[in-house]
C-alpha cells in the first residue's frame, strides 16, 4: 500500500521519512517515551534512521504497519502513530507525544482520524489499544477517543526485557457511526 496522508481539523498525519529523522531523534530523547514505550532506551540515532528509513516505510509497503507522524500545519512534529495489524480484520494503535504537545488532544484527534481511515481502506474491523498499567496518558487518549477499556491483561507486555501488565481496550467502526466489514454478533447476558 502507498503511504497516505489524512488531515483533522488541526492536524496534519502523514508518513515520516528520512527527512524526519532528526526530529524524531530529538522528540525520543524524552524520558518519558522511553519509559512508556517500547522504543530502545536509550533511543540512539542510529534507531531514528532505522525507523524513518526502514521500520515505517517497508511497514507501508508490506501492509503491516500503517505509522503516521503527527505534524501541526506549519510542520512541527507533535506526536507518533502507528496501527499495526495484529490478526484478520484487527490492527492496535500506538501512540506517543511529544512533551510540549501533551495535554491538547492531539494525539486523541490522531487516533480517530488513523481509525476512521484504517476501518474505511484497511478493511479493519476493530483497533486495539494496549499500554502499561500505570500510563494514564496513554489511558486518556483511548478513553477520549472513544475506546472501551476492556480489562488488564497479565503479563502481555514485554518492554525493554521485563514483562508487564497492560491495559487493554478497542473500538470498533459503530463506535464512531461506520459498518463493519464483517457481522458482529456480541454476547449475551
Not at 533511543?43 to 504497519?65: C, D, I, K, V
Request: charged share 20%.
Amino acid at each position: 500500500m502507498e503511504p497516505v496522508t489524512l488531515t483533522t481539523d488541526r492536524l496534519l498525519l502523514r508518513s515520516v521519512g528520512p527527512q524526519d529523522t532528526d526530529v524524531v531523534y530529538s522528540a525520543a530523547q524524552d524520558p518519558e517515551i522511553q519509559r512508556w514505550t517500547t522504543i530502545p532506551s536509550p533511543y540512539l540515532l542510529e534507531h531514528a534512521q532505522s525507523f524513518t528509513e526502514q521500520l515505517a516505510p517497508e511497514g507501508w509497503q508490506n501492509g503491516s504497519m500503517f505509522t503516521f507522524g503527527v505534524f501541526l500545519p506549519e510542520g512541527e512534529l507533535v506526536g507518533m502513530l502507528g496501527i499495526t495489524m495484529r490478526s484478520l480484520g484487527v490492527g492496535e494503535v500506538g501512540f506517543w507525544a511529544t512533551k510540549q504537545h501533551r495535554g491538547n488532544g492531539y494525539i486523541t484527534e490522531a487516533t480517530v482520524a488513523a481509525s476512521r481511515w484504517a476501518f474505511t481502506h484497511v478493511s479493519i474491523d476493530r483497533v486495539e489499544w494496549r499500554a502499561e498499567v500505570g500510563n494514564k496518558g496513554s489511558r486518556a487518549v483511548a478513553e477520549h477517543a472513544g475506546f472501551t477499556i476492556e480489562g488488564t491483561l497479565r503479563s502481555a507486555i514485554n518492554n525493554k526485557g521485563v514483562r508487564r501488565d497492560c491495559w487493554v481496550g478497542s473500538l470498533l467502526p459503530s463506535d464512531l457511526g461506520l459498518p463493519s466489514t464483517a457481522p458482529y454478533l456480541p454476547a449475551q447476558p
